[in-house]
């Protein structure tokens, strides 16, 4: 079979739909939301981590100091 006559063979079974499009394209939606939702959850379990580890934070500032903004390495 050539390549044009397989795109023929394909545009004919094309114009034969049959059935609901919204039924059958609903589960691309909620596929969607749920991954939506799956990756928020993600984003809001980082919630303020920096303040988990407040008390190490203060620990270290005391025993070396404040650092300087020079030496923060950006």
Known sequence: MTFASLLAHAAEEGGHHGGNVQAETFWIGAVAFVV???LSLVT???RNVSNRHA???????Q???TPTPEAHGH
């Open 36 to 38: 939506f939702v799956a």
């Open 44 to 46: 809001l379990s980082y």
């Open 55 to 61: 008390h190490k934070a203060e620990a270290y500032t």
């Open 63 to 65: 025993k070396h100091g």
